[in-house]
């Protein structure tokens, strides 16, 4: 009987060829020319192995013919398992195939269930890191807004010449860490008011009765007020409210407001 595995083997050193050499000639891959050569016919489906066999022996010149008929009347002799060198699965496959009696798409069908089980995981953790990493910045805004101050702040005065109403508002959706102080002015009759916002030069406003005026300042505002024709006096050193020669004198501050008085 024939033993093709041999045959081809003897053939190919009788001529000096390498491995290489035959796939060069055939593109039978390196590997399964060595499973032709070691009788291994069980790497890839039938009609691949005849193919294998056909370009091989004719790249040795060898009778093609001869060896398809000692493979296909079962002749070849069969290379016990353990003489056989440990095999990869092969690039080339068709469904089904079977290497060293492992099913290719067993394989494959055990390897996917844990590469979709680790997806789904690791999106999961990110998730559950993503939705707590935004509840803690939201919460340190709440903090930083809500703990220092309250949300409203305001303060008014009602005199005779003029109803004064300032206010801090501060929103509890609001990013504004400092927010500005409001200022508005109702004439009761006809003033003149000098007013410095921030400590920048004072000016004048005249305003008649019913009349309103808001100002917006950083920090706070320095105030005089007078019906209108009165004569100018100077301030008073201390700051606080007057009502000397029909004039009224008012600071008002963010510090004056938190601690709900003006001066």
Known sequence: MLDIGKTLR?????????????????????????????NNFTFLPETYVKSFLKNVSESLGLNATEI????QAGNAEVVHEEDQPEKPVPEE???GQTVQGTSVIAITQQKRP??????????????ILLVFSYVQFRSQ??????????????TA???????????????????????????????LTDISLWLSIDSLESAKHSLAARQSFVWIARNHFE??????????SGSDSSGTAQADSGMVMLSISKKHLADGRSK
């Open 93 to 95: 496959h068709a469904p």
């Open 68 to 71: 398809l008929e000692n493979y």
């Open 223 to 232: 105030m005089t007020l007078s019906q209108a024709g009165t004569a100018e």
């Open 10 to 38: 003897d053939k190919r050193k009788e001529l000096g060829r390498s491995l290489e050499d035959i796939h060069d000639d055939t593109r039978v891959s390196v590997q399964h020319i060595q499973f032709l050569e070691q």
């Open 157 to 187: 005065a009602h005199l005779d010449l003029a109803k004064i109403n300032v206010r801090q508002v501060v929103p509890h959706d609001s990013l504004t860490i400092d927010p500005p102080l409001e200022l508005q002015v109702t004439a």
């Open 141 to 154: 805004i709440a903090i930083n807004i809500k703990g220092s101050r309250p949300a409203f702040q305001t």
């Open 114 to 127: 844990f590469l979709e089980w680790g997806l789904g995981l690791g999106a999961f953790a990110l998730l």
